[in-house]
Nanobody
Framework: QVQLVESGGGLVQPGGSLRLSCAAS????????MGWYREAPGKQREYVAR???????NYADSAKGRFTISRDNAKNTVSLQMNSLKPEDTAVYYC???????????????????WGRGTQVTVSS
């Protein structure tokens, strides 16, 4: 089994910064694209940023210029550095992996569309 666990959320003042991290656990062989999404109260979950296995990145317009996504393939982690935070960035942030290949003693398995449980980010004075 594989699992994604987010960390790093919290309360920050407008204009401040936070760094979110997501660690994938299990006997992981490889992870394709990894990304971040967020869900604000009363709103649908929305895309924030994505990074491919070779490091290519893509951002939602709301994140461009303020957020930076990165990953460490050796540690199976993805991070989101968030700067110049605004109250509208308040949401639960979720980590996503589109395809995880993991192994047992004898076989390889693939898990699609994995999600973490989320970490709360609150931007408020």
């Amino acid at each position: 089994q594989v699992q994604l666990v987010e960390s790093g959320g919290g309360l920050v003042q407008p204009g401040g910064s936070l760094r979110l991290s997501c660690a994938a656990s299990g006997r992981i062989f490889s992870i394709n694209d990894m990304g971040w999404y967020r869900e604000a109260p009363g709103k649908q979950r929305e895309y924030v940023a994505r990074i491919t296995i070779d490091g290519s990145t893509n951002y939602a317009d709301s994140a461009k210029g303020r957020f930076t996504i990165s990953r460490d393939n050796a540690k199976n982690t993805v991070s989101l550095q968030m700067n110049s935070l605004k109250p509208e960035d308040t949401a639960v942030y979720y980590c996503n992996a589109d395809r995880i290949t993991y192994r047992s003693d004898t076989d390889f398995y693939t898990k699609y569309d994995s999600w973490g449980r989320g970490t709360q980010v609150t931007v408020s004075s």
